[in-house]
C-alpha cells in the first residue's frame, strides 16, 4: 500500500485533537472520527504522542493529556 499524505494524516491529527478528552477513547473509535485507515490513525497518534499531546492507555485506547 501507498503511504498516506502528510495533509490526510495532519487532518486526521486535528479531528483527533477536536474530539479527544482527558477520558481514555478507543483507538477503534478515532478511526471512525478520521474516516481513515488505522495506519493514518496511528501515525497520528504517534505524532501527537511524540508532541507530548496525547497518553497512550491499555486496551488500546488514549486520551489527550492535561496541562499544568
Do not use: M
Not at 500500500?1 to 479531528?15: K, M, S
Not at 477513547?25 to 497518534?45: F, G, H, K, M, Y
Amino acid at each position: 500500500p501507498q503511504p498516506e499524505p502528510d495533509v490526510v494524516i495532519a487532518e486526521c491529527r486535528e479531528i483527533i485533537l477536536q474530539g479527544l478528552s482527558t477520558e481514555p477513547t478507543e483507538i477503534d473509535e478515532l478511526v471512525r472520527w478520521c474516516n481513515s485507515s488505522t495506519a493514518t490513525v496511528q501515525a497520528a497518534i504517534l505524532e501527537l504522542e511524540l508532541a507530548g499531546t496525547l497518553l497512550r492507555h491499555h486496551g488500546n485506547r488514549v486520551s489527550k493529556l492535561v496541562e499544568f
